[in-house]
């Protein structure tokens, strides 16, 4: 496991010299509500990425297969109105102000307790029912890409503190590169990540359960019947969790296996290895038909691997494909779910004069 980590990191932090991405900005479109949503297009040689202000959402990732084909390997709409009626996938989008759950919508800081709006049984799901990823964030060019920011008031969705939020994509060679940052005039919590939902095949040619996935984790924080993390750190090792030499998707998926059965599959959080705030390797997946591999680092101590379990096919993509179980897997890097409700888990506390900052890069490639 060394061994591949070591080669991985050696390879994704090597340096290497790539022309500027080409940067376009259009109007895609107008919310019910009279907002314009403008579309960002990040191109180099390698790689086009499409990025819009409605929930700072990745709208597609073209990657070249080994002949060369350039496809869309990212879930997604052909429209603007496609994103707005849909309320649930998340879809791309920048979630927050706290990914991932919160047990009973529910916690404590300073003294006080705060309750967001619950949407995910009786606990609260990437924000509350109107989390950022249903906001329109400001986006202005940078340097090789965009970047969005979003001011969150006090109060919104419960949580304390105004909080204003950015997030930076930057793309250079075969690399999108994904730079968040908070600041908050009041002590409040933040977890914010990426639910793009992937799929190597190309245009959701096939679906993920042969693709093959490493994910850096000796431990993972298993579950309850409502997907709440018990505060256990277990082990990965003899279990269908152990991913840290490549294993396909749906090898153990089915395996009789208390933690599978309560997520109806992968829905868990894995503890990366490595030192938090440190770039380290989070995740790699190869899909062995197109020879696409995409690899995954971060800063974040987390990441939840979902492999697409409750895609029912209510939504219809932009290839004419209909979004059913196991369609695509996400790789949302990340801090542990609800974390301010266990105070052994990394703190997810920012405080006034505080900087939350995160970096998460996918890379691209080809095996021949």
């Known amino acids: 496991m060394r061994t591949i980590v070591g080669r991985v990191l050696l390879l994704v932090m090597a340096l290497s010299v790539a022309a500027q991405a080409e940067v376009k900005k259009a109007l895609w479109g107008h919310t019910a509500d009279g907002e314009a949503v403008e579309i960002y297009t990040l191109s180099s040689q390698r790689l086009e990425v499409r990025v819009m202000g409605f929930g700072a959402r990745l709208v597609s990732i073209k990657t070249p297969d080994r002949k060369g084909a350039m496809e869309d390997i990212i879930l997604g709409y052909d429209s603007l109105e496609e994103y707005l009626k849909d309320k649930k996938t998340h879809?791309?989008?920048?979630?927050?102000?706290?990914?991932?759950?919160?047990?009973?919508?529910?916690?404590?800081?300073?003294?006080?307790?705060?309750?967001?709006?619950?949407?995910?049984?009786?606990?609260?799901?990437?924000?509350?029912?109107?989390?950022?990823?249903?906001?329109?964030?400001?986006?202005?060019?940078?340097?090789?890409?965009?970047?969005?920011?979003?001011?969150?008031?006090?109060?919104?969705?419960?949580?304390?503190?105004?909080?204003?939020?950015?997030?930076?994509?930057t793309v250079v060679g075969d690399a999108l590169r994904l730079d968040y940052s908070a600041t908050t005039d009041k002590d409040t919590v933040v977890n914010l990540t990426n639910h793009a939902y992937f799929n190597l095949s190309g245009n959701e040619r096939e679906d993920i359960l042969n693709e093959r996935v490493i994910l850096n984790a000796s431990q993972f924080t298993p579950v309850n019947e409502e997907l709440i993390p018990t505060g256990?750190?277990?082990?990965?090792?003899?279990?269908?969790?152990?991913?840290?030499?490549?294993?396909?998707?749906?090898?153990?998926?089915?395996?009789?296996?208390?933690?599978?059965?309560?997520?109806?599959?992968?829905?868990?959080?894995?503890?990366?290895?490595g030192r938090d705030g440190a770039t380290k390797l989070a995740a790699m997946v190869a899909d062995t038909k197109s020879g696409r591999v995409m690899t995954v680092t971060t800063t974040q101590p987390g990441v939840q691997f979902y492999s697409g379990n409750h895609l029912d096919g209510t939504f219809t993509g932009r290839h004419g494909k209909k979004y059913v179980e196991h369609m695509a897997l996400c790789l949302e890097t990340q801090h542990f779910p609800d974390s301010p409700?266990?105070?052994?888990?990394?703190?997810?506390?920012?405080?006034?004069?505080?900087?939350?900052?995160?970096?998460?890069?996918?890379?691209?490639?080809?095996?021949k």
């Open 91 to 169: 879809l791309g989008g920048v979630v927050g102000r706290y990914g991932n759950r919160i047990a009973l919508g529910k916690f404590s800081l300073d003294g006080e307790t705060y309750q967001i709006p619950v949407n995910n049984g009786r606990n609260a799901l990437h924000g509350g029912t109107v989390g950022f990823e249903q906001k329109v964030w400001t986006g202005h060019e940078v340097p090789n890409g965009v970047e969005f920011t979003l001011v969150s008031p006090d109060g919104d969705m419960g949580f304390p503190g105004t909080l204003t939020a950015k997030v930076r994509y």
């Open 232 to 273: 256990e750190l277990a082990q990965v090792v003899e279990t269908p969790f152990d991913f840290r030499k490549p294993m396909e998707v749906g090898a153990r998926i089915g395996a009789d296996n208390e933690q599978l059965k309560l997520a109806g599959g992968y829905d868990h959080n894995f503890v990366l290895n």
């Open 341 to 367: 409700n266990e105070a052994a888990f990394p703190s997810t506390v920012l405080k006034p004069g505080q900087e939350f900052h995160s970096t998460t890069t996918f890379r691209f490639s080809v095996k």
